[in-house]
């Protein structure tokens, strides 16, 4: 009976080993090793083994594997062994493709979490005592990315450690090309401590630095209970080409600081102490100031107030957002300090729609100028791409004197005017009075339409290249039929086209010139298409010339980045009547214009009169004087017979 007893055990036994054998070899085996992990993955993910599992006394090696998702493979990796006596895992190999990680990100930022936030004790019981190491990571299918620095980051290999070891985690990556290292992360997170350093060094030129110090939540979606940061770079040929920031974070309380290092001193261009309580942000009194590239410094004060519209709720992800603020700016000039005020009041940030309602008012002084501003505004839009909308009765006034004129007013009516990361849009005018060394009592009127129009600013505009566009947008950029200046060309950006009319007094001539005309700009070009002009009759020494009419023989374009100008006039008048007598009958005189601009010319003209002429002029003007050489070819002597009155009898046979 024993002996059945035994037998029958190791049967039992060997049974037992080989249901347990059977099973650690489905396991190892590419198809049973997939169902294993696939039934613990998330909806959608999928792993897959090409061959199988290898175990012995030093671990298990797995020679290739892949992730996939519904859509996409995502990533792959060659060479993962994990040793059992020095708990490593090692990846010898990753290529992740990019396009699909996006595609990733985009499905899980739509998909609504409802499970508790990790916390810092979950975080560490959830990872085992060890080593993780990626040797070689590579990304693939980046053909779309366009940002450069994206694309040398991406092109790079990377490698990455991870190692725990008690209450101890640590993370190290690192970046790089050929033999230089553009990337190098080393931090490591004791419980709550976070202390992290971070490099950047995209070329031999440019290099970034970032070190930081944390003490963290409990909760991972919390915020620190303090931080220090500090950021420096250098970075040639940057508005900022050196300098830093500083962040210092303590119980709720901020303070950062932007500066800039020139001849080894630190110059101070922004401080903004802010405060972060029941998820609100409060801004008191920041204080910014600067100078460069900007004909007038900006020295001002910001005073904010950005808090949910729903309660329990935090600002940076409690959409929508209401927002109050008041910007001072202080400006000064050879006429004194001014100061104008921007207050946005009752504004609402929404992740698909901005509406905040502002008001600017005030002077703004600088050099020998003034700007008067009242204008009502409003952004709106898409919140990637908002717009600047000004309001009816919106009014930017200047006066002041320039380098070519003295300007008594500038009026600018801007009310339906609309301004976007692609320049101006709508109908824009002037209104321009005031007087030259030449002119007096100037009045002139531009009135047009603006699409998408930088006014020659590059740094803070972009332009758009021609691309079809939709029926509204193209709707809205349709010509008034009173501007009569054709039907537009929708491919045609960064232009505005005007008409243009007004006078002014010839004090040297005392007379009276006015002045119509059609025109536009467009990028760096000023093009005047149509002119037509009359100066009333005017008296010199010895002469009287009935009233002159102007046009255009060839338009006019002045490049005043290249600093090119060129174009031709027709002047004429029905005579000039000489004091003695004599007459230049029906003079037609042609002007043509070659320079740099209005203040620096060169002249050549021609004068005929019937058989008269041509009478030659070759000059320049330049610094507000006209000087030249007149040449007369020689003619027949009858051709002067019109310069000799009747009352001389005096006839020319030959």
């Known amino acids: 009976m024993r002996k059945k007893c035994l037998v029958a055990l190791l049967i039992i036994f060997l049974f037992i080993a080989a249901f347990v054998t059977a099973i650690i070899t489905w396991l190892l085996s590419p198809k049973g090793a997939q169902s294993a992990v696939n039934y613990w993955l998330a909806p959608n993910y999928q792993i ?82 060890g080593e993780a190491e990626i040797i070689r990571l590579n990304w693939q299918n980046t053909q779309q990315v366009t940002n450069p620095q994206l694309q040398q980051l991406l092109a790079a290999t990377t490698s990455a450690r991870a190692v725990r070891q008690g209450d101890q985690l640590r993370l190290q990556l690192n970046v790089s090309e050929a033999d230089s290292e553009i990337v190098n992360l080393d931090a490591i997170l004791n419980r709550q401590k976070l202390m992290a350093t971070a490099a950047y060094q995209p070329n031999g030129e440019q290099a970034n630095q970032i070190v930081l110090s944390a003490d963290l939540a409990e909760r991972i979606d919390q915020l620190p209970l303090n931080a220090d940061l500090d950021y420096g770079w250098q970075i040639p040929n940057s508005i900022i080409p050196k300098g830093g920031i500083t962040f210092t974070w303590r119980e709720q309380q901020a303070q950062l600081q932007l500066y800039e290092v020139a001849e080894q001193q630190q110059h101070q261009l922004l401080d903004l102490p802010f405060n972060i309580r029941d998820g609100r942000l409060q801004v008191d009194k920041a204080h910014f100031n600067w100078a460069k590239d900007l004909p007038q410094p900006l020295d001002g004060f910001l005073d904010l107030n950005l808090q949910p519209e729903q309660q329990n709720r935090s600002f940076w992800d409690g959409f929508p957002l209401n927002i109050n603020f008041r910007l001072s700016l202080l400006t000064s000039g050879e006429k004194g300090k001014g100061l104008v005020v921007i207050q946005g009041l009752d504004g609402k940030i929404d992740p698909q729609v901005l509406h905040i309602p502002l008001q600017m008012n005030g002077e703004i002084k600088s050099f020998d100028t003034i700007f008067y501003a009242n204008l009502p505004m409003r952004i709106e839009g898409a919140f990637p791409d908002p717009v600047l909308r000004f309001l009816s009765g919106s009014l930017l006034r200047m006066s002041g004197n320039t380098e070519y004129m003295n300007i008594d007013e500038l009026r600018l009516p801007l009310a339906g005017v609309v301004i976007g990361q692609y320049g101006i849009k709508g109908r824009l005018q002037a209104i321009l009075k005031g007087k030259t060394r030449q002119f007096a009592n100037i009045d002139l009127h531009l009135d047009g339409r603006a699409n998408e129009f930088i006014a020659g600013i590059h740094s803070i505009f972009n332009v758009r290249s021609a691309q079809i566009r939709s029926t509204q947008e193209i709707n809205d950029l349709q010509f008034q039929t009173e501007f009569n200046q054709g039907s537009a060309d929708q491919s045609i950006v960064n232009k505005w086209n005007w008409n243009f009319w007004g006078y002014a007094d010839l004090p040297a001539l005392k007379n009276h010139v006015s002045l119509r005309g059609r025109g536009f700009w467009q990028d760096n070009l000023i093009r005047i298409q149509l002119l037509d002009g009359e100066l009333t009759r005017f008296a010199l020494p010895g002469v009287k010339v009935e009233p002159l009419k102007l046009s255009l023989s060839e338009q006019v374009n002045w490049d005043y980045q290249q600093q090119q100008l060129s174009g031709a006039l027709v002047l004429n008048t029905a005579k000039i009547q000489l004091d003695y007598g004599g007459v230049i009958p029906k003079p037609d005189i042609s002007v043509s214009l070659a320079g740099q601009d209005f203040s620096n010319l060169n002249l050549k003209s021609e004068l005929t009169a019937d058989r008269l002429g041509p009478i030659k002029l070759f000059a320049s003007y330049r610094d507000g004087s006209l000087r030249g050489n007149i040449y007369w070819p020689q003619q027949s002597s009858d051709v002067f017979q019109p310069l000799f009155p009747k009352r001389w009898n005096w006839l020319i046979q030959k």
Not at 51 to 78: H, M, W
Not at 101 to 114: A, F, K, P, R, Y
């Open 48 to 129: 897959s083994l090409q061959q199988r599992i290898k175990v012995n006394f030093d671990g298990i090696y797995l020679p290739q594997f892949s992730v996939s998702t519904a859509n996409c493979q995502l990533a792959e990796s060659d060479g993962i062994k994990l040793t059992w006596r020095e708990r490593k895992l090692a990846l010898q190999q990753v290529r992740i493709d990019y396009t699909c990680l996006q595609q990733v990100i985009e499905q899980n930022s739509v998909t609504t979490d409802h499970s508790e936030p990790l916390t810092l004790n979950g975080l560490f019981a959830l990872l085992p005592l």
